[in-house]
């Protein structure tokens, strides 16, 4: 079993109108046993920027650990919060700086930037960029979600329409993965603020 | 004894099977994965190998599947021979037969169960090295590691068909939600000298339980 795999993960965004949308499941386990069904793997950077992480779980913890200090930093140097899109390119950077030696994750980042328009990225384990309009997944469920993405999404979604749809994607993709699921948690990022929503899903 | 190659299909599984006066409850989730996608998740893991004796599967799904055709062949003939049903102490030892002979080749993990005349009910265990275990309760496959205790605790002789229908059910049930190869619905069989009787429990009607 490949390192990736050991804690188990899905992790999905997608854009809509005016808004943005990242969901994740809530397992931990380690190989096939579950040890925790209450574990966070999307996190605030700013109020209208969200960082999903999925992968090895103790890497999850010290990427967001170090993301935050980052971003405390900037925030004294610059006297302004960081944009999404510059966030990502920290993300970036911090994830090349250990390229011989890599975090195992796959980060998916998703915020509003200050004119209000939807930002999603997603990037491999050493830092590479992968932009995106429509959606990006993340995870051991990753290929399950890019099928339900690829036929659920659309353009143009208001955020309850966005909410339907992502929760969709992610709670089908996970049913059919054995190493993610227990749970999970939508967050959907407006320029009025964050709704977050846990959503009732198999527990198997 | 042979790993899963890459791809093969895996009953990651939990599989139960449990006497009382009469007949036998068996017992088994619905998951089938290959790797960590779940290829099958309304699978049926109890085989008929004969009119009153079932088999529950657990391991490689193409090497429980190939033994348990092989075995209801010899059962079908026996019974053709003989002019009546083989008892189940004859179908769990050609289940042992194989899996012992071919122990290096094999990645199967088999509860045997039913109702005779000559016997009444009776559980075999036959776990992976071939080796043959009567006993009056069986638990096997991957999630049964996480319910050994639970079921040591609840466990007692004399319990009534309905009450090891529930034992099972809650059993099945709890390996479902902590190991990652169960999953999908419970499927029940109870076996006795009438016949036998499957039972479909949904996962949105399992029994409840704390999930964190």
Same mark, same amino acid.
């Given at each position: 079993m490949s390192i990736m795999q050991y804690n188990g993960?899905?992790?999905?965004?997608?854009?809509?109108?005016?808004?943005?949308?990242?969901?994740?499941?809530?397992?931990?386990?380690?190989?096939?046993?579950?040890?925790?069904?209450?574990?966070?793997k999307v996190f605030p950077i700013t109020d209208r920027t969200y960082i999903g992480l999925p992968g090895l779980a103790t890497d999850v913890k010290t990427l967001y650990d170090r993301f935050r200090m980052r971003?405390?930093?900037?925030?004294?140097?610059?006297?302004?919060?960081?944009?999404?899109?510059?966030?990502?390119?920290?993300?970036?950077?911090?994830?090349?700086?250990?390229?011989?030696?890599?975090y195992f994750v796959e980060p998916v980042v998703a915020g509003l930037d200050k004119n209000d328009e939807p930002y999603i990225c997603g990037m491999d384990l050493i830092g590479c960029i992968n932009f995106a309009?429509?959606?990006?997944?993340?995870?051991?469920?990753?290929?399950?979600?890019?099928?339900?993405?690829?036929?659920?999404?659309?353009?143009?979604?208001?955020?309850e329409d966005l909410f339907e749809t992502i929760s969709q994607a992610l709670l089908n993709a996970v049913d059919r993965d054995a190493l993610s699921g227990w749970g999970a948690v939508v967050h959907i990022i407006t320029p009025e603020g964050v709704i977050t929503r846990d959503l009732k899903g198999r527990m198997d | 004894? *042979?790993?899963?190659?890459?791809?093969? @299909?895996? !009953?990651?599984?939990? $599989?139960?099977?449990?006497?009382?006066?009469?007949?036998?409850?068996?017992?088994?989730?619905?998951?089938t994965t290959t790797g960590s996608y779940i290829a099958n998740r309304v699978t049926d893991k109890l085989t008929k190998v004969h009119e009153h004796i079932y088999c529950c599967r657990s391991g490689s799904a193409a090497?429980?599947?190939?033994?348990?055709?092989?075995?209801?062949?010899?059962?079908?003939?026996?019974?053709?021979?003989?002019?009546? *049903?083989?008892?189940?102490?004859?179908? @769990?030892? !050609?289940?042992?037969? $194989?899996c012992y002979q071919n122990k290096n080749n094999l990645s199967a993990g088999i509860i045997v169960a039913g109702w005779d005349?000559?016997?009444?009910?009776?559980?075999?265990?036959?776990?992976?090295?071939?080796?043959?275990?009567?006993?009056?309760?069986?638990?096997?496959?991957?999630?049964?590691?996480?319910?050994?205790?639970?079921?040591?605790k609840v466990f007692r002789t004399g319990m009534s068909r309905d009450e090891c229908v529930e034992f099972v059910k809650n059993s099945v049930s709890l @390996?479902?939600?902590?190991?990652?190869?169960?999953?999908?619905?419970?499927?029940l069989a109870v076996i006795t000298k009438a016949g036998v009787e499957r039972i479909f429990v949904p996962g949105n009607m399992l029994p409840s339980q704390y999930l964190g």
């Open positions: 993960s899905a992790i999905v965004a997608m854009a809509g109108k005016g808004c943005v949308a990242i969901a994740a499941d809530k397992r931990l386990g380690q190989r096939a046993l579950t040890v925790d069904t209450e574990f966070q971003v405390n930093l900037y925030k004294h140097n610059e006297e302004r919060t960081i944009e999404p899109k510059t966030f990502s390119h920290l993300v970036s950077h911090m994830l090349y700086e250990r390229r011989f030696g890599p309009k429509d959606f990006i997944v993340g995870g051991t469920a990753s290929d399950n979600l890019y099928g339900m993405c690829e036929s659920l999404w659309e353009p143009e979604l208001g955020p | 004894m *042979a790993a899963l190659r890459a791809g093969e @299909a895996n !009953l990651g599984t939990t $599989i139960m099977a449990v006497e009382f006066d009469g007949g036998v409850v068996v017992g088994a989730d619905s998951r090497d429980t599947q190939a033994v348990a055709d092989v075995v209801k062949y010899h059962l079908d003939m026996y019974s053709a021979q003989h002019g009546e *049903a083989p008892t189940v102490k004859v179908a @769990a030892s !050609l289940f042992q037969e $194989i005349a000559r016997d009444g009910a009776s559980v075999y265990n036959i776990p992976l090295g071939g080796s043959l275990h009567r006993e009056t309760f069986a638990i096997g496959g991957s999630g049964s590691t996480y319910i050994y205790g639970y079921c040591d @390996a479902m939600t902590r190991d990652g190869s169960s999953g999908g619905v419970i499927r």
